[in-house]
Structure formats: structure tokens, C-alpha cells
């Protein structure tokens, strides 16, 4: 089967997808929410990057360990694990009224998430053929972008509704998260009874092998920069623009819309043209797009540029997203994609650490725009060698196919 073809994807698939959806329902808001309720709380712009830290230490310390298991065991039983701590995050959540307990939350939400995304990931790359890799990574991003925009979008009725009565922030938080807590629970049921065992099959034993080549070494240097420049500005940004623009959260939620549409709609279709012209052209186009809307970012005097920034780096990472991943399946062998998954992951997720407690420290020390300008650094670094070192692993796709 071909899933290259938009209309004839693996029903696993479709069902993976279901459950991505639901479980991200809360993915947008938190991002968003998150450093503006820590400062409700007293927290301090170090303080927020540790939260970010926090959960992002989880998936860097555990998921080297976790893909030779996948190989072993299979994919199935850390998908549901994984899910089963997203669930237990949200109910955390909704009880979290200090930084400590918004901390182990985002522990068990970082845990959750070290388990399920190398499963779904890995399940993807099980069953899409390499002509439609690209496709069904863009499918999956779509996913969680649909799920994000309409738990957002309830999660911002739900607050100004709340706003307009005069409820506390504490308060609402707490119905906020009882509302992401079910379908969290209904993400765990969707994959309980609808994705079986994915793997090819078993690997003969557990151990920590990776097929280490320098293609591979340098799509994880990419990926580690990547990672520090994410969680580096996000949580920055969301500081940003209430201490030097004076935005309302409000005002940062309509900017960010035409952003989460692309987000929404149009990873798969680039996925699909990463699969007919190759890996590399997009993930350059992906990256350099990012470093020049980052580098704009310091110069802001209103939310409308903005908003025309975050589109465009939305765009990017409809682009690079997708190919990266495709590249990283091209690169590993199926009896090894558990653990060349699990490395990837790992180098994303170590460079986010470092970047979210970086990123905090230098917007208190150094300046607001520091962190903006090392972000656009990094991705041209990136940007270098991608052209340079890595080699395109899909031949153009003739059109007639």
C-alpha cells in the first residue's frame, strides 16, 4: 500500500491520529497559559523556564533507554503508558496552586510525553511506506495542531467567560484542567482498542545499539539546536509581549490564530512535497524562515507583525518538521527505528532543556533580545549543515505517480 496517496492511509494510522488529536487538546493553551499563570503565582522569568525545564528533563534522561525496549517489547505498551501519565498530569494540573505542584505536573506530563511520541513516531514509521513518509508525519502534526486549536479555543471561552464573572486565575485553572482531563482519558480508550502491536519484529535482544554514521550524528546536532531555540523563546515570548508590548492575553490569542491554522492544515501537504522533491529543501527553507522571523521579533511595537511572524514560523515548521522525521526513518533500519527514534528525541529534548533554563536566565540578565538573536544563530548554523554535510535520501518522485 502506498500511503503517499491522501485517500488510502492505514487505518492504525487513522486511529493514532484520533488519539493524538484528543490528547492534545491542552498542548496550545498550556504553552501559552503556563508562564502567565507562574507569574499569577510570584514566579520569576527563571523560575518559568524551570517548569519548561522540568518537563523536558524527563523525555532527555529517559528516552535513550526507552528505544531498544521499543525494539524489544514493542511499541504498544509505552504508547499506552505514555498516555496514562498524560492523564495523570492533567488531574495534577488541576490541583496545581504553587510552582512546586505545577512542577510535578509538568514531570508527569513530561513523562507521559517521553513515552507516547517515540511510540507514535515509531508506529508511523512502521507502517507508511518511504514514498509517504513525509505525508503521514505531516498528518500527525496536523493532528495535534487540530487538537491544540480546538482545546484552545474552548480553553479561551472558558476563561473569558470565567474572566467576566471576576473568578480567580486559581480558580480558573482548576475547571480549566478538569476540562483537558477527559479527553485525555478518551485519547487512553481510543488507543487501547484500536492500535495493536506495530513492530516488524522482535529484536533478538535489548541493547543500546545505534547504527552511529555521520549523516545520523549530524541530523541530531540539528535537532539538539532546534530544541534549545523552541523552548529557549517560547516561554520568553509569552513575557515578551506582557512586559514590553503590554498585550492581554486576549490580544495574544487572536495574533496567534492564523499561525495554529497553518499549523492545522498544511504540514501534511508539505510533508507530500518533501516526499516528491526530497528532505533537504524543506528543512533548509524550514529553518532559514525561522531564523529571520526570530531575528524581526526584538524590533515588535505591536501584535500585528507579530502575528504575521508567527505564521511564517508556523509555515517553517510545517516544512522542516515532517522531512526531519522522514530523513530519520530513510536513515534507520526497521529493526533499530525504536532506538534511532529514541536518540532523536533525545537530542531534541536535551537541547530544550538547556534552552529553557537558558532562556530565562539571559531575559533576566542580559536582555530581552538575546535569546531572539541566538535563535536565529543557531538555525543558520543549522541551515549550514544541512546543505553541506547531510546527503538527500528520496529522488525526485515523477509527477505522474
Not at 495574533?255 to 528532505?279: E, H, K, N
Not at 548554523?381 to 505522474?400: A, D, S, Y
Amino acid at each position: 500500500m502506498n500511503t503517499h496517496n491522501n485517500k488510502s492511509q492505514h487505518p492504525i494510522l487513522k486511529t493514532l491520529r484520533h488519539s493524538i488529536f484528543l490528547v492534545s487538546f491542552p498542548f496550545g493553551i498550556i504553552a501559552f497559559i503556563l508562564p502567565i499563570y507562574s507569574k499569577n503565582l510570584g514566579a520569576s522569568a527563571f523560575e518559568i523556564g524551570l517548569l519548561f525545564f522540568v518537563f523536558l528533563i524527563v523525555p532527555t534522561v529517559v528516552r535513550p533507554f526507552i528505544g531498544p525496549f521499543l525494539d524489544r517489547w514493542g511499541r504498544r505498551p509505552f504508547l499506552l503508558i505514555g498516555l496514562f501519565g498524560y492523564v495523570l498530569a492533567m488531574i495534577v494540573f488541576c490541583f496545581s496552586n504553587s510552582i512546586p505542584l505545577l512542577g510535578m505536573a509538568r514531570f508527569l506530563q513530561g513523562l507521559g510525553q517521553a513515552l507516547f511520541w517515540i511510540a507514535a513516531n515509531t508506529i508511523v514509521a512502521d507502517l507508511a511506506s518511504a514514498t509517504g513518509r513525509g505525508f503521514n508525519f505531516g498528518l500527525i502534526d496536523e493532528a495535534v495542531n487540530r487538537g491544540a486549536i480546538i482545546g484552545t479555543f474552548l480553553g479561551i471561552s472558558m476563561i473569558f467567560a470565567f474572566q467576566s464573572l471576576h473568578v480567580s486565575w486559581r480558580q480558573i485553572w482548576f475547571w480549566l484542567f478538569i476540562l483537558y482531563t477527559l479527553p485525555a482519558f478518551l485519547s487512553l480508550g481510543t488507543a487501547w482498542r484500536g492500535i495493536p502491536e506495530t513492530r516488524p519484529h522482535a529484536a533478538t535482544s535489548v541493547k543500546m545499539r545505534i547504527p552511529l554514521s555521520g549523516q545520523l550524528m549530524t541530523l541530531l546536532v540539528i535537532v539538539f539546536l532546534s530544541g534549545i531555540s523552541t523552548f529557549m523563546i517560547w516561554p520568553m515570548l509569552m513575557i515578551f509581549l506582557q512586559d514590553i508590548l503590554k498585550a492581554q492575553f486576549n490580544q495574544i490569542a487572536l495574533a496567534y490564530v492564523p499561525a495554529a491554522l497553518i499549523g492545522a492544515f498544511l504540514p501534511s501537504r508539505m510533508g507530500r512535497l518533501t516526499d516528491r522533491y526530497g528532505r533537504k529543501k524543506m528543512i533548509i527553507a524550514g529553518l532559514l524562515s525561522s531564523a529571520l522571523s526570530s531575528a524581526v521579533v526584538p524590533q515588535l511595537q505591536s501584535l500585528l507583525p507579530l502575528s504575521i511572524l508567527w505564521a511564517i514560523q508556523s509555515l517553517a515548521a510545517a516544512a522542516a518538521n515532517p522531512a526531519e522525521l522522514a530523513l530519520l526513518a530513510d536513515i534507520a533500519g526497521e529493526d533499530v527505528r525504536g532506538t534511532v527514534y529514541g536518540f532523536f528525541t533525545f537530542s531534541f529534548f536535551l537541547g530544550g532543556a538547556l534552552g529553557a533554563g537558558a532562556g530565562g536566565w539571559l531575559y533576566d540578565h542580559t536582555g530581552f533580545a538575546v535569546p531572539f538573536y541566538l535563535n536565529t544563530f543557531f538555525m543558520i548554523i543549522g541551515c549550514f549543515l544541512v546543505h553541506f554535510i547531510l546527503r538527500e535520501t528520496m529522488k525526485p518522485v515523477p509527477k505522474n505517480t
